[in-house]
């Protein structure tokens, strides 16, 4: 498999190969790592973001790793696509803009 400039898979690569194995749409979970690669990469089309009234700071793990954003307007832009409370937590839905 081929990998990418930080060695891990290419994710461009991989959804290739599950492509042709008949796979059309795939969900990803992951950590911060993963969430970069994906997004740097331009394959996020959803995201659900799960949100707990708790304050974690900087001891908190990150939701996505460096995507080397130099200015705002470069940033990977999503509207928000819904909201649901589930007890004091909330999950926001976004879709990446066209």
Do not use: C, H, K, Q
């Amino acid at each position: 498999m081929a990998a990418d400039g930080l060695g891990r898979p290419d994710v461009s690569a991989t959804l290739a190969a599950l492509a042709n194995l008949g796979v059309g749409r795939l969900l990803v979970e992951g950590g911060a790592a993963t969430a970069r690669s994906f997004t740097t990469a331009g394959l996020v089309d959803d995201i659900a973001w799960y949100r707990a009234p708790t304050l974690l700071g900087g001891d908190g793990y990150p939701a996505i790793d460096p995507l080397g954003v130099t200015s705002p307007a470069d940033a990977p832009r999503f509207d928000r696509a819904g909201s649901l409370a589930l007890g004091v937590d909330v999950l926001e839905t976004f879709r990446r803009r066209p």
